[in-house]
């Protein structure tokens, strides 16, 4: 399969319009429509900003692999993996609010089992607020 048809793939998946992406990347509507059909091809930068935001690898974009990057293992609940689609940039944010967290439980004041109630709460609260701000702006749904 081509980039184009890969990226119109993926776009089409994650229910986001050609506008949308191009907002996201920093290119204009056209360009990401140009990309689709062929006509044009991304430099370094842009495809690996496209290879984050959709979390594959830039080979599978590139259709030299048909296997997709394998998703990290964290703790994501069942309900917002099935209806949302988790990309690296929800990853990476939700392992730097739990860094920042844990900082805050570096003292002996607090027993393991405590830091993982309040890891455990965080992890909630933070998947929970994805899905709110998702479902609040409509992005990224997968098809019911």
Known sequence: MKFGNILSDLRNKAH?????????????RGTIGMYEIGQRDPDTETLKKISDYFNVSVDYLLGRTDKKESEPEIDIPQEYSDKYKVTKKDIKQHDEVLEHAQAFMMDDKVGEEDKEKLVAVINKLYWDSK??????????????
């Open 131 to 144: 899905a709110k701000n998702k479902e609040k702006f409509g992005r990224k749904k997968k098809k019911e």
């Open 16 to 28: 986001i319009t050609q506008k949308d992406l191009a907002n996201i990347l920093g290119v204009s």
